[in-house]
T-cell receptor
């Protein structure tokens, strides 16, 4: 099993360009998440999807859109990139089961620089 | 907005020393998790604590959840260079949402 995979690993964009970050998981998890990680600020939730067909905003959704394409895949789109979106982006998945403790499994991250 | 604070922000120690890092909040959480993140990788779960006052041991790592379910600590005994990394705590609220702290960056020197 590959766990959670993300593409690309690195990306450089110019201000105003658009791009989509891809994420896939092979653990049959219902819930998927997109986070950004900035120095000194930990992980901040951008969007999450509790199940296929549903998406919800997290703490910092402005400037982003998401698509839960199917149970495996959850993509993050930047429509018009801004330098403030320079960050490391992590996708995660978990089994949202109230009897378990919802371990999140993270991908390796995408390092995005917006010039 | 629920916030988690972690202290210290940075810690550099010699191999063999003991250390404790802290995770604090003014909010109550249903459970709390600790993750370790190595450079260039995503965080990996170390432990979940779910009961106020709970203590869990994982080899040289001891985790404690505060009685009031608002804080937690991670104690490492006889640190090794392989313990180097970013330690993140994550609180899970009763709505099953995660809140991450900013992390403690630990360097263990040989």
């Amino acid at each position: 099993n590959a766990g959670v995979t993300q593409t690309p690993k690195f990306q450089v964009l110019k201000t105003g360009q658009s791009m989509t970050l891809q994420c896939a998981q092979d653990m049959n998890h219902n819930s998927m998440y997109w986070y950004r990680q900035d120095p000194g600020m930990g992980l901040r939730l951008i969007y999450y999807s509790a199940s296929e067909g549903t998406t919800d905003k997290g703490e910092v959704p402005n400037g982003y859109n998401v698509s839960r394409l199917n149970k495996r895949e959850f993509s993050l789109r930047l429509e018009s990139a801004a330098p403030s979106q320079t960050s490391v982006y992590f996708c995660a998945s978990s089994e949202m089961d109230r009897t378990s403790y919802n371990e999140q499994f993270f991908g390796p991250g995408t390092r995005l620089t917006v010039l | 907005t629920q916030l988690l604070e972690q202290s210290p922000q940075f810690l550099s120690i010699q191999e063999g020393e003991n250390l404790t890092v802290y995770c604090n909040s003014s909010s109550v959480f249903s459970s709390l998790q600790w993750y370790r993140q190595e450079p260039g990788e995503g965080p990996v779960l170390l432990v979940t604590v779910v009961t106020g006052g709970e203590v869990k041991k994982l080899k040289r790592l001891t985790f404690q959840f505060g009685d009031a379910r608002k804080d937690s600590s991670l104690h490492i005994t006889a640190a090794q260079t392989g313990d180097t990394g970013l330690y993140l705590c994550a609180g899970i609220n009763y709505g099953q949402n995660f809140v991450f702290g900013p992390g403690t960056r630990l360097s263990v020197l040989p």
